[in-house]
Nanobody
Framework: VQLVESGGGLVQPGGSLTLSCVAS????????MQWYRQAPGKERELVAYISSTGDTTTYANPVKGRFTISRDNAKNTVYLQMNGLKPEDTAVYYC????????WGQGTQVTVSS
């Protein structure tokens, strides 16, 4: 049972990145999924949520209108499309399966800098 993120990197302000998270070991299509981020010296914060079917999505205020969460249940993958990136988006991004015990990925670093 695991989550593996990819797609992070260094990007200039205003740029875009798409993060991916591949799930294995459980029935992905029956779980809601989330993306979190943790900046240096700060607590981990929820960025986006998507329901098991993808019909419902929610976003944290700082990323509304810039980030899009989506999923492909046939590929056991959840995505986070990030546009209009700002230096304050710099963080380690984690995907998570919520539940009585949250399942976390290992994280992928996103750095927004000129």
């Amino acid at each position: 049972v695991q989550l593996v993120e990819s797609g992070g990197g260094l990007v200039q302000p205003g740029g875009s990145l798409t993060l991916s998270c591949v799930a294995s070991g459980f029935t992905f299509s029956t779980y809601a999924m989330q993306w979190y981020r943790q900046a240096p010296g700060k607590e981990r914060e929820l960025v986006a949520y998507i329901s098991s079917t993808g019909d419902t999505t929610t976003y944290a205020n700082p990323v509304k209108g810039r980030f899009t969460i989506s999923r492909d249940n046939a590929k056991n993958t959840v995505y986070l499309q990030m546009n209009g990136l700002k230096p304050e988006d710099t963080a380690v991004y984690y995907c998570a399966r919520p539940g009585w015990r949250t399942l976390w990925g290992q994280g992928t670093q996103v750095t927004v800098s000129s």
